[in-house]
Nanobody, 122 residues
Framework: VQLQASGGGLVQAGGSLRLSCTAS????????MAWFRQAPGKEREFVAT????????HFADAVKGRFTISRDYGKSTMYLQMDSLKPEDTAVYYC????????????????WGQGTQVTVSS
């Protein structure tokens, strides 16, 4: 599966952004999907994941209650709605896909998008 992330940009603290990750190639519905992020000088960290049917989601503590993950099967697209953004959310955001749901470590994911920059100003 090939993944294309988009939707990043510059936003003020307290604002919102919605990231998209569009999949092509093998069946979108057979993959669990996730978002990771990487800030300068830091390791890539888990943000959120959603299972094949969209019925189960899991979030990192740092974003719980502020971010929402969803998927649209008709558009083969996953979304990350980010509200109440903070300067510490500034990072390159990557989408990923894997056959198994529940992984929170980046080496466990087989497919990656190219990343989209999110910058939150204070």
């Amino acid at each position: 599966v090939q993944l294309q992330a988009s939707g990043g940009g510059l936003v003020q603290a307290g604002g919102s952004l919605r990231l998209s990750c569009t999949a092509s190639g093998r069946s979108f519905s057979t993959y669990a999907m996730a978002w990771f992020r990487q800030a300068p000088g830091k390791e890539r960290e888990f943000v959120a994941t959603i299972n094949w049917t969209g019925s189960s989601t899991h979030f990192a503590d740092a974003v719980k209650g502020r971010f929402t993950i969803s998927r649209d099967y008709g558009k083969s697209t996953m979304y990350l709605q980010m509200d109440s953004l903070k300067p510490e959310d500034t990072a390159v955001y990557y989408c990923a896909a894997d056959r198994q749901y529940g992984h929170t470590s980046s080496p466990e994911y087989d497919y990656w998008g190219q990343g989209t920059q999110v910058t939150v100003s204070s």
